[in-house]
């Protein structure tokens, strides 16, 4: 009979025994590696950021629903926003650099793609707004490559301020904010929708001659949206994040604090003199034409000719 085999007894005895062959990985070891070796603890903390983020959004709407109105919504919008740029801005009680600010500016980039991708546009447009910060902006740094793409993506999805982001309010229309599980899929911009869901009349007809332009049946669509936003989100209420209770930081203090980053110079790459300085060179020694044309000359005929003072 044709053995099957491809080494015999003798050579498995001679070959193989006393080798230690390592177990076969399962697949579960092996996605687990993997992912251990391109997943670090930058990546946990931006997804724990942007549920935190996504949590404090509902909490928003299940508040403006408790309330019976967003009159104090603007103030903690606007505590946010600064307080977020108080982040990229500051490093803890160290000093801050350009490697400090570039690493900030990165985190934040990152949980304003992922918090768009998961439709919380709350927290993308807060993050966009804190990275386009004045005191952002006026800072020489090197961006990262993805954020000229996603800065255009944040601009065709909300639009401008001076059309009060009228593109993300007729865009909202046609979402479906229902989940498969109950819950809230689709949560839309309280600082482009807090227009509509303040009860003041006067402030509507100005956002309205601002230019959001647009008609009585979509602004009614819109506050309904929101009405039933805000009851589906009316058990999250009080889970906000820390970032919208405090106060809102100065933007004297945002612009202060961007005039103090300065860029980390090292002194192993300082220059060092290897040479000893030349001396300073006389007056007559300097290369200009004057000192040229001075030179070998005598005194001149009036000192020599002068007259006595007698």
Known sequence: MKRTRTLSDQGCQLFLDGMFCAPSLK??????????????????????????????????????WEAGGADNIPKRLDA????????????????????????????????????????????????????????????????PKKHKALMELMNETYGASNTCYNKHLISMLDKDIMALNGGVNYLPSLIACSMFMNNKTRFSKAFKVLGHRLDSHSVHAIKGLLEVISVLCYANRGAKAHLYEIEPTAPVDLFEMSCAIKEKRSPKNKLKRTKKAPRPLEWNEMPS?????????GQSVYVVNKRDVN
């Not at 603890?41 to 299940?62: F, N």
């Open 80 to 143: 946010g926003i600064t307080n977020t740029v108080k982040l990229i801005l500051s490093n803890d009680d160290k000093k801050v650099t350009k490697k400090t600010l570039m690493s900030n500016y990165r985190f934040f980039l990152q949980v304003m793609r992922q918090a768009h991708e998961q439709n919380d546009h709350q927290t993308a447009m807060m993050m966009w707004l804190a990275l386009t910060h004045m005191s952002v902006e006026r800072l020489d740094f090197k961006r």
């Open 289 to 297: 034409p004057v000192a040229k044309s001075l030179k070998g000359r």
């Open 27 to 64: 697949k579960k070891t092996l996605r687990n590696f993997l992912f251990s070796c391109f997943h670090s603890d930058w990546d946990d903390k931006i997804e724990q950021v942007v549920k935190s983020c996504r949590l404090s959004t509902m909490a928003l709407y299940g508040e403006i």
